[in-house]
């Protein structure tokens, strides 16, 4: 037998519905205040000051180790090693040298915060070549200068942004989440870079052996370009490319992304494939 819900049941069931609602609603916000009161109250605020950290010893590798700060490595030939920072007050810089390796670190096992969303360190050198640098990071950025020589570069960050210049003996190897990523005026004998939606940048760029790009949601610009090879993927990113000799093979392939090609020379096999966006190349300009 099918029993029937009384009418004057549905206008008091919906009366105490919406009463739970408004009592529930308080609680939840009032949780919430509760959690960012109590964080607030356990971090400790922290303001930012300069500081200037004199290098001693002898380097031939630099290691960096930042959370927050954007770095950038300076070369000032008339000057002395040194490390400047705008930094934390209470969360200074260790600068050190072991072994051969200049090794610039920030770590704290405590909260903090600060109302200045900009501290910065600037590594000044006053020689231009160095066997290897070694850069990591959460949200800093990365600049490098165009006077400088490394062996080998393996630069990584989540949020920041990568610029690297210069020469690279060895291989130059950048990875980043959400940041972008761009190499100019820069030679190299391998570079292999990777993001997840950041975008990739090349301009003026010369390597030896092969060149490798990926990244996921990202769009990859390459403008005065020369390889051996070349390999650029992505999933729904643009790739456009300008003035680029590539003496090998070649292969640009991106699913739903548009691909751009002018005055592209390719010596070997060459595939520029994209499932459903445009190709397009000179003849099409």
Known sequence: MRHSVPKFFLPALAVLLAGALVVTQPVLKASAGFELFHWEMSAVKD???????????AFTSIEIDETVSDVKIAYDAKGEARVVCRE????P???TVEGGVLKVTME???MFYTDDRDPELTLYLPGNQYE???FASSTGDLETSSQLTFGTVRAETSTGDLEIAGKVTGTLTATASTGDIELKNLQAASIEVGTSTGSIEL????????VQLSTTTGDVELKDLTAAALTVSTSTGDIEV????????ASLTTNTGDIELKQ???????KAESASGRVRTDWDF
């Not at 592209?264 to 060459?270: F, W």
Request: proline residues 4%; glycine residues 8%; without cysteine.
């Open 47 to 57: 303001t930012l000051t300069t500081r200037t950290y004199p290098i001693s010893g």
């Open 88 to 91: 934390f007050t209470n969360h």
């Open 93 to 95: 810089h260790t600068i």
């Open 108 to 110: 704290s096992s405590d």
């Open 132 to 134: 290897s640098l070694t």
């Open 203 to 210: 301009e003026k760029v010369t390597a030896d052996g092969p």
């Open 242 to 249: 300008e003035w680029a000799t590539i003496r090998g093979d």
């Open 264 to 270: 592209y020379t390719v010596m070997g096999n060459n």
